[in-house]
């Protein structure tokens, strides 16, 4: 429907990093249709001749250097329905419970400059999008089974830029108006989420989107709402003021910081910009449905195989806990406290995560755990016994303060935990990525004191190399395989960056001789800071399909478990909606994939994800898809699959298209179900 018009290419791609991005591209010079060369009435004009929308996949490059392309309409048979999918939505066919993703993209068409359409789009005026949706279901047999519900399994999020890379994922209701500029690009993230109970078939589903005028009076109420919460911000900056002027100078530095941040979060507010933003959720009246509107179809092949509950791969993922104090101003061990430590648990769960709560002490010293509780407390069998995680983190609470009443204390927790089903499932995580003898001295000494009460236990060390301690005599690599042998018997899972290996795989092998696995040991692996370039990681800027390979390599190279530093490790803030920083010294993005919901939304009640932590999600579903191939055919057919699809052959050697990612799927689908 886009046809009518000739599209100046993007210009070549530049990045922040890692496969990049080239956010900001505006095409000042092309032409638009005829349509806007007059005074008009955007109420009874056809949407399509005012905003482009397209689709593409959730591993695409997203910004404005992404050109419009038409929108085509395929057919929905059952029989095609993947290669349908692949052709205008890319959606991951799926199999409940399961998110698959896609961009929905709307773009303003910007026309000549000529005195006719400055009645249309002088001042401040923009255009309003209003988008809704409507789902229909059905069985392949074409019996109509039960719909995908709307705001639960079906949800739309507008992608935000967080540095100018889009990656904040910020819900908005439905319907809903965006307002949108001459020129200007919005991407939507749509999500399926689909329940385990869910009836195998094809189900069919629209995205209407609406032109409308930006008129003043559909943001009045918006505009109210905005004042009265920046009267009440400058007001609280001024009581944080007025209390903080008798204290010490640390506390009243540490005040004027907060207020600096509220300030600068005040500057950002719509009221003080000339841009247009969105309007907020709306009614829909007779006049809007009865305009034209780009109705985007969809359709979503459920198979039938569920993904397990309890993820095969135990991925732990840090939160920390002193983010969320000074963020929040809640004091350790508070009802709210407990309240929040709750909900950042449960909400990183659908992700197919284990999450661990930590604190940092001197020296690389971590406390960890995954619940807050004391096993003596009835809430704690809700964490432990939660089928969703696949692994807990025990708190040793003597690696911050080795009083014998903190001992005591591990010993009790010891006693009862280890004779729980889900002991098999925990581990002590004690110092991360020691460097010397000194430091694997404390690791033993802790260790052995935790195995007295329970033999079983299992202890996780992360480490990058070897002790650099001047007695040493290997150097480099050489050292670092040695880490086994300096740890045994007091480390059970070594847990090793994957920056060591760089793009040689052929080092794996290397390392995985010196685990003893016929002895339950174990090797896991993790990225922080590193690697970069081309290798799969997760920081802000690099590819789609460079974020989704992160558990690819995992399942290629044969680890058994992945652990992540951290989810929410911003800079120090003392207000829910301070403006969101990376920490200094470390790649944008590296220790963040959530954002706190207050930052876009007042009162907003959870977390932001990432577009990185959706993709995240999506590896660990296809982790799943390779786990059953394997268990048919045997793993050297997967790993013969997952090359010969062209998904991920090497760390430097994996699909930058979205196309080869539905192949591998199907692949396993259609041999899977002559099995079943």
Not at 632 to 647: D, I, N
Request: aromatic residues 12%; charged residues 20%; hydrophobic residues 35%.
């Amino acid at each position: 429907m886009q046809n009518n018009v000739d599209f100046m290419a993007p210009p070549p791609i530049e990045g922040v990093g890692g496969g990049g991005t080239g956010y900001g591209w505006n095409d000042g010079s092309h032409t638009g249709t005829t349509i806007l060369a007059s005074e008009i009435d955007v109420s009874r004009q056809p949407t399509s001749d005012l905003v482009h929308v397209w689709c593409m996949p959730s591993t695409a490059i997203i910004g404005h250097q992404e050109p419009p392309r038409p929108l085509e309409r395929v057919g929905t048979d059952s029989t095609c329905s993947v290669v349908a999918l692949k052709v205008w939505c890319s959606l991951d066919s799926c199999s409940g419970p399961n998110f698959s993703v896609a961009w929905c993209r709307c773009r303003c068409w910007r026309p000549e400059m000529k005195e006719r359409v400055h009645k249309l789009h002088c001042g401040p005026k923009c255009l309003g999008l209003v988008v809704t949706w409507l789902v229909i279901s059905r069985y392949t047999a074409l019996i109509f089974a039960v719909p995908l519900v709307i705001g639960k399994e079906v949800t739309i999020r507008r992608v935000v830029p967080i540095l100018g890379v889009p990656d904040a994922l910020v819900p908005i209701d439905l319907p809903s108006r965006i307002g949108l500029l001459p020129g200007e690009t919005c991407a939507l993230w749509v999500s399926f989420d689909v329940p385990v109970t869910q009836p195998p078939g094809v189900y069919i589903g629209e995205i209407w989107i609406t032109a409308v005028r930006g008129e003043t009076e559909f943001a009045a109420e918006k505009v109210e709402s905005e004042k009265l919460q920046m009267k009440k911000d400058l007001q609280g900056f001024l009581a944080q003021a007025e209390a903080a002027s008798n204290e010490s100078a640390e506390v009243l530095t540490e005040a004027l910081r907060s207020i600096c941040e509220g300030l600068h979060q005040v500057l950002q507010s719509p009221l003080l910009s000339a841009g247009c933003e969105d309007f907020g959720k709306m009614e829909i009246d007779e006049e809007f449905q009865a305009s034209p509107s780009v109705q985007v179809q969809f359709s979503i092949t459920v198979w039938d195989f569920v993904l397990p509950i309890t993820p095969s791969l135990p991925a732990v993922f840090g939160i920390s806990e002193t983010v969320i104090e000074d963020r929040y101003n809640l004091k350790h061990g508070s009802k709210e406290w407990f309240k929040s430590l709750n909900m950042h648990f449960d909400w990183l769960l659908q992700y197919r995560l284990s999450p661990y709560f930590c604190r940092w002490g001197d020296n690389m010293r971590v406390l960890t755990y995954t619940c807050p509780y004391p096993a003596t407390h009835p809430k704690s069998e809700d964490y432990y016994s939660d089928p969703r995680l696949a692994a807990y983190a025990v708190p040793y609470i003597p690696v911050l303060s080795s009083s014998d009443t903190a001992k005591d204390v591990v010993k009790s927790e010891l006693e009862i935990l280890k004779t729980k089903p889900h002991w098999k499932k925990a581990y002590f995580y004690l110092w991360d990525e020691p460097v010397g003898f000194e430091q694997y001295e404390v690791i033993r000494s802790i260790a052995e004191e935790i195995r007295n009460t329970a033999p079983d236990a299992r202890i996780l060390t992360t480490y990058y190399c070897g002790p650099s301690d001047p007695s040493m005599k290997l150097d480099g690599f050489e050292s670092f395989l040695k880490v086994p042998t300096f740890l045994r018997p007091h480390t059970q899972i070594f847990c090793t960056s994957e920056w060591v290996l760089g793009g040689r795989e052929d080092l794996v092998k290397q390392i995985t001789d010196e685990i003893q696995f016929d002895r339950s040991e174990e090797w896991w692996t993790y990225v922080c800071m590193g690697p970069g370039e081309l290798h799969p990681n997760w920081h802000l800027g690099m590819r789609g399909t460079q974020h989704r390979a992160v558990i690819w390599r995992v399942w290629k190279e044969g680890g058994t478990g992945f652990l992540y530093w951290g989810v929410n490790c911003y800079e120090k803030a003392s207000s829910p909606s301070a403006e969101i920083r990376f920490r200094r010294g470390l790649p944008p993005g590296d220790g963040v994939l959530f954002y706190p919901g207050e930052v876009f939304n007042i009162g907003a009640t959870l977390p932001v994800a990432s577009v990185r932590l959706e993709r995240l999600l999506s590896g660990m579903q296809d982790y799943e898809y390779l786990q059953l191939y394997s268990s048919m055919y045997g793993r050297h057919e997967a790993l013969s699959l997952l090359e010969r699809t062209g998904t991920y052959t090497g760390p430097e050697r994996y699909t930058l298209e979205h196309n080869p990612i539905e192949s591998l799927r199907g692949e396993i689908y259609h041999a899977y179900r002559p099995v079943t």
